[in-house]
């Protein structure tokens, strides 16, 4: 099923026409719970990851103080899953409470040391998704993560691989998984995707000081949030990114190693919208949704959780082997 957002409930541009030209494509990816092949742009989905080539791994010493087995988790989620579906009367069954009961973090002594396979998180092939441009022909992105979070501002270690599909002739199955991981909220639930190419505009921060100020005292007058109307929540690609600033400095640009400032690659969001929806995200064939209860919830279903923020993973416009920058973001949902 596809997916599509409703026209906006209030137009910025109309608001300030200085918008016009800072307008960017944003494809918003839309997951959707479901069991992804290696065929498919998915999260949490297995990768199209050539036989021959080596499974990425993280080999810096992780102090990690509690882990949760990798397996524990993923039979927890398929008794959420079941246990959601049947009505509020019906309790699990002993040995659904038994699988359930495994997902328990335990206490570890001392740094984690041994070298752990990455996550998969992210696998997009172009022709699914408008505005993916990989380099030197790529028509396939695919992004992993370390499942210890302790690296630099507590952002997860991100490992990004473009590759060409065609020249996959031999798949690594399985390939290696790390058999435990920090939190269970690091690991994806498997989801399909619905990419949808929408406008996007900046972030507050990110405007032009002069449209700030009108910006700012629109919302002083009104009440609203100029973000929720104006930036994209979720998962996604492409489009602004945001910054991490003072908002009335304007913010600076994430920048590369090299210097270059750092284009926006892909956005992982946390739920499309919130409860009220008042920036009017939420799909309309997702009209429903509040009456669909279920697990993992319809606009949240990757079940990753950064602490109420984003993880906005950048690219270098200079080389592609240049290595990923990577932000966390406070999200405000539409």
């Not at 070298?115 to 380099?135: E, F, K, S």
Request: with cysteine; proline share 13%.
């Amino acid at each position: 099923m596809t997916r599509t957002t409703p026209p906006r409930p209030l137009d910025v541009a109309t608001l300030f026409p200085d918008l016009a030209t800072l307008s960017r494509n944003v494809t918003r990816l839309h997951p959707r719970a479901g069991s992804p092949t290696i065929e498919d742009s998915s999260v949490g989905g297995p990768l199209l990851w050539p036989r021959e080539e080596p499974w990425p791994t993280c080999t810096r010493s992780h102090e990690v103080y509690e882990v949760v087995e990798l397996e524990a988790v993923r039979g927890a989620h398929h008794v959420t899953v079941t246990w959601s579906s049947r009505p509020e009367d019906v309790p699990r069954t002993p040995e659904e409470q038994a699988i359930f009961d495994r997902n328990k973090p335990k206490k570890v002594d001392g740094p984690h040391t041994d070298p752990v396979p990455l996550l998969p998180i992210a696998q997009l092939y172009a022709r699914d998704v408008p505005g993916l441009d990989g380099p030197d022909g790529a028509d396939l992105l695919q992004i992993l993560w370390c499942p210890f979070m302790d690296h630099d501002d507590d952002i997860p270690g991100v490992h990004v691989r473009w590759r060409r599909a065609d020249q996959v002739t031999a798949v690594l199955s399985p390939p290696p998984e790390p058999a435990v991981i920090e939190m269970e909220d690091y690991w994806p639930a498997p989801c399909v995707l619905h990419p949808e190419e929408v406008t996007e505009y900046p972030a507050f921060a990110q405007l032009p000081a002069d449209v700030r100020a009108r910006v700012r005292a629109w919302q002083e007058e009104t009440g609203h949030d100029y973000t929720e109307f104006a930036v994209a929540p979720g998962w996604k690609t492409g489009g602004w990114g945001a910054v991490h600033s003072d908002e009335h400095d304007g913010g600076s640009p994430e920048r590369c190693g090299c210097g270059a400032v750092a284009e926006p690659l892909l956005t992982v969001g946390l739920s499309e919208w919130n409860g009220h929806n008042r920036g009017g995200w939420r799909p309309i064939e997702d009209a429903d949704a509040d009456d669909r209860p279920c697990y993992p919830p319809v606009g949240d279903p990757t079940t990753i959780d950064l602490s109420d923020e984003q993880l906005q993973i950048y690219r270098c416009p200079e080389s592609p082997e240049h290595p990923p920058v990577t932000a966390r973001v406070y999200q405000t949902l539409g």
